[in-house]
């Protein structure tokens, strides 16, 4: 639900550098991210898929493109498949760490890595 615009800066919130001892917290993070970079060369987008650790890539990476999503699948209400096939990305990257896959979620009983 937020929306901001500016420079790379926008992607940090500096207030958690100084409160935290995991300072990954302070990238942008949530269910679903959306960065347009309007600076950028070429018109590429990606979609990550991915788990909290990735927060840092994140706002580097889009740097690169001119448009990047990024979904955290276990929070994410709707149908993965149906969101690639009508947003249409150029490169889609999933990124968890090794130990995040590991079968059902138990509190919803269904997978982290199921895309229907």
Known sequence: GISNSGDFTVLLDYRKLSRSENNYH????????????????NDKKILI?????????????SLAVRHLDAIHP?????SIRNY????????????????????LEHDTQRSTFDFR
């Open 26 to 41: 302070a990238y942008m993070s949530g269910t679903v991210m959306h960065i347009e970079n309007s600076l950028a060369t």
């Open 49 to 61: 898929l991915r788990a909290s650790f990735s927060n840092i890539i994140i706002p580097f990476l």
């Open 74 to 78: 276990g929070g994410f209400p709707g």
């Open 84 to 103: 690639i096939e009508q947003t249409k990305p150029d490169l889609v990257i999933v990124l968890f760490n090794p130990s995040y896959i590991s079968g």
